[in-house]
């Protein structure tokens, strides 16, 4: 093994997107020294449009609503519209990083490299991981929270033969001029989720014909109901305790009498019920699909040259064919034994806890089905309070080592088995977990340690 440099006590947090800079601001929160490590330039992570890591592109703005979405302790501004793009979420990103103090502890341009467990050197240095980065000497640090963010390696369709146009994955766009002009082309879109929908409905705004091959049926959920996010008048049912059955009976009427149901515009009916699938916001493709712009197709058998084969027998002929078919979930620096992949996804405590380990997370591994950037906060959170523990708190280190020990309790939505699916959790139950484990970790650690509850940082003043 290299020699290396050695950072007692500190943690390392790879990526600078919305899950590095709240893990980031939570360790040091507790007074756990820590450093964040970025490939790119800078902060922000996907949400930087036009970076090598970014996969927003030029339209593209938030799916849930801003008050599901941003930090807890960092409300975005009042004047901003319900549902922020991606140039807004960008500053906000760095507003946070500077009201919280954390640019000083990002390295940008350092690409990690390899992650492998430390040996344990004696009581003043008890394994941990060393890091290797580009542009430096491997260094050991008693933890790491990785948060490079999931949406890194494309997921391509298998579909057999050959495309002789043009073929991209959704990773690639950019706008209907970029990577490939659209304007008279005829494109097909392969995928029905939130990016295939988006990439429909601009490409039908421009291309000479725009088809939207979907595999199978799901529901589609206006941003607006009534005037109001649909995300908040569905959090309010959450709120009240409204059984499954009547959210979902409302929130059906809600969508028909808004938008109407899929298959009142063409579309296939859903296999399965409303919420158990990730949902599909986007208030203007029942509209595209009903003018004529966007034609709905079976799912893609074969490409023949420049003919697409349909499974249902149809052929037809396309320049540009756009797949929207999702990431693999990947973290190639470090080995699948150490995250316990199986099935081609990390089995960790909550998709962020290691059930045995102490000095690793992985924060932002899931797929809510609201906002995220405030769940990654109350995830951190609990990583922060088990590497403080860790060093402090015997009691509550082994109390959260048993927690991680036992099943998993039975989830109240059934998601449908797919790739798409296996980060999904119901954002409410998922966050009241997570905050009963941080509650329950702040009374052991001040009744261990007689220390206030930490901080996450002062309430600030809602952004201008």
Avoid at 20 to 30: D, R
Avoid at 55 to 71: K, M
Avoid at 164 to 173: I, S, T
Avoid at 447 to 461: D, F
Wanted: glycine share 10%.
């Amino acid at each position: 093994m290299p020699d290396t440099v050695s950072s007692p006590g500190s943690w390392c947090v790879i990526g600078a997107g919305p899950s590095g800079l709240t893990a980031l601001k939570n360790l040091l929160a507790v007074g756990i020294e820590a450093e964040c490590l970025e490939r790119e330039d800078a902060l922000g992570g996907n949400w930087r449009f036009g970076s090598p890591s970014s996969r927003v592109f030029a339209s593209t703005r938030l799916i849930s609503s801003r008050r599901l979405t941003e930090f807890s302790d960092f409300p975005m501004p009042r004047n901003w519209p319900a549902y922020p793009d991606h140039q807004q979420c960008l500053d906000y990103l760095r507003r946070y990083a500077q009201h919280f103090g954390l640019t000083s502890k990002i390295a940008t341009g350092i690409s990690v490299e390899r992650l492998e467990p430390a040996p344990a050197a004696g009581d003043s240095c008890p394994g941990g991981w060393i890091v290797h980065a580009s542009g430096r000497e491997p260094r050991r640090y008693a933890g790491v929270v990785i948060a490079s963010g999931h949406n890194r390696e494309p997921r391509w369709p298998e579909i057999p033969g050959r495309f002789a146009g043009r073929l991209l994955h959704a990773a690639e766009y950019a706008s209907p001029t970029q990577p490939v002009e659209i304007a008279g082309r005829r494109v097909l879109v392969i995928g029905g989720g939130n990016s295939g929908s988006d990439i429909a409905v601009e490409c039908s705004r421009h291309a000479a014909r725009t088809v939207l091959s979907i595999r199978r049926g799901y529901f589609i959920v206006p941003r607006f109901v009534l005037g109001r996010p649909a995300d908040l008048r569905g959090e309010r049912l959450l709120r009240m305790g409204a059984p499954l059955w009547l959210r979902r009976l409302v929130g059906l009427r809600a969508i028909d009498r808004t938008i109407g149901l899929p298959w009142r515009h063409g579309l296939p009916r859903p296999d399965h019920a409303l919420f158990e699938t990730h949902p599909v916001v986007n208030e203007h493709l029942c509209g595209q699909i009903d003018a004529g712009a966007i034609e709905p197709a079976a799912d893609v058998a074969a490409f023949e040259g420049e003919s697409v084969l349909f499974r249902d027998g149809r052929r037809e002929v396309f320049d540009v064919v756009i797949a929207a078919t999702g990431y693999r979930i990947t973290h190639p620096f470090i080995e699948d034994e150490h995250l316990r992949v199986a099935g081609g996804c990390p089995r960790l405590f909550m998709n962020l806890l290691h059930p045995t380990r102490d000095d690793i997370a992985v924060v932002g591994l899931i797929q809510p089905d609201s906002g995220q950037w405030g769940i990654t906060d109350v995830q951190a959170r609990l990583v922060a309070r088990m590497a403080a523990a860790s060093r402090t708190s015997p009691r509550a280190s082994a109390w959260l080592y048993r927690i991680r020990q036992r099943p998993e309790p039975r989830r109240k939505i059934r998601y449908i088995d797919s790739p798409r699916h296996l980060l999904e959790v119901e954002h409410h139950s998922y966050r009241r977990r997570l905050e009963r484990l941080v509650e329950s970790m702040d009374r052991r650690l001040r009744h261990e340690t007689g220390h206030k509850r930490p901080r996450a940082g002062r309430l600030p003043v809602r952004p201008a």
